[in-house]
């Protein structure tokens, strides 16, 4: 027994340092960690994840937040959205839809990048910074199907009847165009999670500083600030906000 509880400290602290070496586990744990307390104080029953990629986000909230409610993951690549289904199976309450939500209702132009996780409805920019200009360049520009928030929630809503949705934004360089987009809509959600542009990646991005203003004005307040781009150091090129709507403050 004194050998078991030697070596779970050892790992413990061996845990610990690793967080300290490596910067994107601190700022993993605290997204994780923030999502987690702000889901329970909010209540959160859906979850809205647009711009899903393969499904990393909402396979975090499985697993690292502990969230069980309805997870709707939004992803217009096909390629993408193919791997995106396959991490759903034996998850009923994970949907897919291979669509891109925007500021409009129809269709529209999809830039498929070389590296997919810069895939965007925007075009990309590499004024501000290099040091993606061979995985944010475009390998293909698809048509695809684009719908408003507020259409895609009134259809949804109808149908699976939740109430205190939390709306998740990663549309490299759209985020805020959606927003504008959804009206009065957006006010539905809870709180909501969007990436901010400190750097301008696409030719669509919206500074962070405005961004920030639109979404307060929207009705919504900050709750966290996190850094996303540790490998980048020393430079901070974006960084998500969490936000609460004001009135549930």
Request: net charge negative.
């Amino acid at each position: 027994m004194k050998e078991i509880l030697q070596s779970i400290v050892r790992g413990s602290v061996q845990s610990v340092k690793r967080d300290l070496i490596d910067p994107y586990r601190l700022h993993a744990q605290w997204e994780q960690s923030h999502l987690k307390k702000l889901f329970e104080h909010l209540n959160v029953d859906c979850v809205f994840d647009i711009g899903a990629n393969q499904g990393q986000y909402a396979d975090m909230l499985r697993r690292r937040v502990g969230f069980e409610g309805h997870i709707f993951s939004f992803e217009p690549n096909p390629e993408d959205a193919a791997i995106l289904r396959s991490r759903t199976k034996g998850d009923d309450k994970w949907q897919v839809s291979e669509t891109a939500v925007s500021d409009a209702d129809g269709t529209a132009q999809f830039n498929v990048m070389q590296s997919s996780q810069f895939s965007s409805l925007s075009a990309p920019s590499h004024d501000d910074v290099d040091l993606f200009t061979k995985m944010n360049a475009i390998s293909k520009t698809i048509t695809v199907k684009t719908e408003r928030l507020g259409t895609v929630l009134s259809r949804i809503q109808a149908e699976f009847g939740f109430k205190r949705p939390f709306l998740k934004m990663d549309t490299q360089g759209y985020d805020v165009h959606i927003f504008k987009g959804a009206g009065d809509t957006v006010r539905e959600f809870v709180g909501l999670q969007s990436e901010l542009a400190i750097a301008k990646l696409y030719t669509d991005s919206i500074d962070f500083r405005e961004a920030i203003t639109v979404y307060e004005q929207g009705g919504f307040s900050l709750s966290a600030l996190v850094p996303n781009n540790a490998g980048h150091f020393p430079r901070l090129l974006e960084m998500d906000c969490i936000m609460i709507r004001a009135d549930l403050l």
